[in-house]
């Protein structure tokens, strides 16, 4: 085998580990939980007074004017249903939540039409 060959062949391997997760960052930018879900990273900050909903493509934002999203709160033993709304760069809601370490929220956003579920815990 040429030496070119094992080099393009190496080049090509290192270009797909690196895009497999070496560059993919899921770490929060805005002090939330994040979790992946089709390729897009989802960071949700939950706080008492409001609930906010990022969305990232590889690192990119994604563009939510035309979204949507419902949210299932679950704290202990009380569900509360949220409607988030485009604000900025973000989806949000205000008022007033039942939030802190344990809860669980089930996200449902749809941009364009497609409907994608994130699920997370808070911290």
């Given at each position: 085998?040429?030496l070119?060959?094992?080099?393009?062949?190496?080049?090509?391997?290192?270009?797909g580990?690196a895009?497999?997760?070496g560059?993919?960052?899921?770490?929060?930018?805005?002090?939330?939980?994040?979790?992946?879900?089709?390729?897009?990273?989802y960071e949700?900050?939950?706080r008492p007074?409001?609930?906010?909903?990022?969305l990232?493509?590889?690192?990119?934002?994604?563009?939510?004017?035309?979204?949507?999203?419902?949210?299932?709160?679950?704290?202990?033993?009380?569900?509360?249903?949220?409607?988030?709304?485009?604000?900025?760069g973000?989806?949000?809601?205000?008022?007033?939540?039942?939030?802190?370490?344990?809860?669980?929220?089930?996200?449902?956003?749809?941009?364009?039409?497609?409907?994608s579920?994130a699920r997370?815990?808070?911290?």
């Open positions: 085998m040429k070119s060959t094992v080099l393009a062949a190496l080049a090509i391997a290192a270009a580990a895009h497999a997760g560059t993919h960052d899921h770490s929060p930018r805005h002090g939330g939980v994040v979790v992946e879900v089709k390729d897009l990273d949700l900050v939950a007074a409001s609930i906010q909903l990022y990232r493509d590889h690192g990119q934002g994604v563009d939510i004017s035309k979204a949507s999203a419902r949210l299932t709160l679950l704290t202990g033993t009380e569900k509360q249903e949220v409607e988030l709304k485009p604000a900025g973000r989806l949000e809601a205000t008022g007033s939540f039942k939030v802190g370490p344990g809860s669980k929220a089930v996200a449902v956003v749809t941009i364009n039409g497609r409907a579920t997370f815990t808070i911290q």
